[in-house]
């Protein structure tokens, strides 16, 4: 009984649009929900940087290196805040990543996708980074106080990496056949998986139901999708490329893109773990975590003498 | 040679130095032991190919424009990198990782703390900028060495051993040819003879701290300043060179 009236003033919090504290009581579903989505936002950050560090060695400037590293920097800085953000919740990062490991905490399938020649650098910044961002803008406002935190911090660092993308791919546009050959080809391959990056359409999406009555998921996910197609349509014309959609046009009726079909058998397997990159970016991550653990170890044990020499030195 | 192509060449060993030691450290990324530590060799990484940048634009001036800090950067052959052996080194472990920062970051600390006061006031700003970096680099390089020296017996040995095989690398450093001699007399360069002193002790601080041992007198390797590299630099220039040898027309 007690409970039920805890969930009643739960709800009642939540429809006032206030933040939900660490230390407030939750719903156990609400707290689950929130280690799943922030712990897969927060691998996902870090499972991202495989794609993009892959050509940090082969930057063709040193400019172009520069923002490339500063860019994975951040997007290191980001998997660290919301590790934070879910271990407010009472889950550890080793328990995170022995869940990575294991299957059970997925990331976003996008990184699936192998980061083939240049051009892919721009089209991940323009087309994957400007996908996140529209969910994470609608996600400033979700009701669990450190993640929608985390989003406003995250935000405001993707709104430039969103840029820095779309210049690449204008320098490609702007550049020889070849250039502009690779940008065409990131932009063939990535464009289907950015939409898809929203997830399944709302009738056939399991989550949303709880998800939106608590707030934690504030639009659906063919609104955000929907939101992402028109602001990016006009972009892509503008330097040249073109969008690998024949159903792709302007509905003057709605104001909106019309888009064609999702293969969302694809998508699902990609999910299931068929897709061309799965594997090779689990190994990776459980093969470096795996080679560092001497070092991990090293400092731990480095931590302890140091205490209990101190505690010795105080003794005597 | 002239004092503009002396200065040229100067320019250019420190811009090396930076360039191929930060494309070392970028291949480490999402390769760290624990998150914190892949963003920190990233964030030296991206130190040094910006004091790289500083440095090679530096050069493409004195040059009068005729070639630009990344055709500097990305187009000459291996013969003509000038940097140390010791920063091409492959990273063979996070042990072999640490100790090549080390080295470097603690002459790093004495050199540029002496360029700062260098006639050339280009030199002396992209010192003064540098210095400040330098330090955090060379307290993260000595704060490791003394977790994996004084951690677990496998991280002992690991370190020790990293310790030994870079050392060799280390003389070069410290040595002082006719460029170095011309651009002292005109009150540009520095002086590293007696840094060298400074430098062993500072090693020796950090390993003894570490309960390491200091390498014992070996045969120095040299050759990096002439031109002459180790096997590894053909493979880290041409992943580095990839897309501006393979597509000369183009621009990025």
Not at chain 1, 63 to 74: F, G, M, S, V
Not at chain 2, 121 to 131: N, P
């Amino acid at each position: 009984m007690k409970n039920l009236h805890n969930d009643e003033s739960f709800q009642k919090r939540i429809d006032a649009n206030e933040h939900v504290e660490p230390r407030d009581y939750m719903p156990e579903g609400y707290r689950k929900h929130l280690i799943r989505q922030i712990s897969q936002h927060a691998h996902s950050e870090v499972i991202g940087m495989q794609p993009e560090g892959n050509w940090i060695t082969r930057a063709p400037s040193l400019r172009a290196k520069q923002i490339l590293l500063a860019k994975i920097q951040d997007e290191g800085g980001h998997g660290l805040y919301l590790y934070s953000a879910a271990e407010t919740l009472g889950v550890s990062r080793e328990e995170m990543i022995e869940q990575l490991h294991s299957g059970k905490a997925k990331y976003s399938n996008i990184f699936n996708y192998p980061a083939l020649n240049w051009a892919d650098i721009g089209a991940i910044g323009w087309l994957v980074d400007g996908a996140a961002i529209v969910n994470q803008v609608s996600l400033q406002r979700t009701s669990y106080g450190p993640y929608s935190r985390a989003m406003i911090r995250i935000c405001k660092e993707e709104s430039f990496h969103q840029r820095q993308g779309y210049e690449i791919m204008c320098k490609m546009m702007a550049g020889t056949l070849e250039q502009k050959q690779m940008a065409q080809d990131a932009m063939n391959r990535w464009w289907w998986p950015a939409l898809m990056m929203f997830g399944p359409h709302d009738s056939d999406s399991p989550h949303t139901g709880d998800a939106v009555k608590w707030k934690i998921k504030r639009e659906s996910n063919d609104t955000l999708r929907q939101k992402f197609i028109d602001k990016t349509v006009q972009q892509a014309e503008l330097i040249g490329l073109v969008i690998p959609d024949k159903d792709l046009k302007w509905n003057a009726q709605n104001g909106h893109y019309d888009h064609g079909t999702i293969n969302w058998e694809e998508f699902f397997e990609v999910i299931n773990g068929k897709g061309p990159c799965n594997k090779q970016r689990l190994e990776h991550h459980k093969k470096y975590h795996l080679e560092g653990e001497w070092v991990r170890e090293a400092a731990t044990a480095h931590k302890m003498k140091k205490i209990k020499r101190e505690r010795h030195h105080l003794t005597h | 040679m002239n004092s503009k192509e002396i200065l040229y060449n100067y320019c250019l060993r420190l811009g090396d130095d930076a360039l191929i030691l930060g494309q070392r450290l970028s291949e480490l990324c999402s390769k760290g032991p624990i998150l914190e530590e892949d963003l920190a060799q990233t964030n030296i990484a991206l130190d040094m190919i910006g004091r790289a940048q500083a440095l090679f634009n530096y050069a493409s001036e004195i040059n009068g424009g005729k070639n630009t800090a990344d055709d500097i950067a990305y187009r000459r052959p291996e013969f003509q990198y000038r940097n140390h052996l010791l920063v091409e080194q492959p990273n063979e472990d996070f042990a072999h990782v640490i100790a090549r920062q080390l080295y470097i970051s603690a002459f790093e600390v004495l050199f540029y703390g002496s360029l700062e006061n260098s006639k050339d006031s280009i030199l002396a700003s992209i010192a003064s900028k540098t210095i400040k970096e330098i330090k955090y680099h060379l307290q993260h390089a000595s704060d490791w060495t003394v977790r994996l020296g004084d951690g677990t017996p496998e991280s002992t040995f690991k370190m020790q051993r990293a310790i030994n095989n870079l050392w060799m690398y280390t003389g070069e450093l410290f040595e002082m040819d006719s460029i170095d001699d011309q651009l002292l007399k005109s009150g540009i360069g520095v002086d590293k003879s007696p840094l060298i002193e400074k430098w062993r002790k500072q090693i020796q601080a950090t390993l003894s701290e570490a309960t390491l041992t200091m390498p014992e007198e070996m045969f120095m390797q040299s050759g990096g300043k002439q031109g002459v590299h180790t096997e590894h630099m053909g493979h880290l220039l041409s992943e580095m060179q990839y897309l501006q040898r393979a597509y000369p027309d183009a621009k990025w």
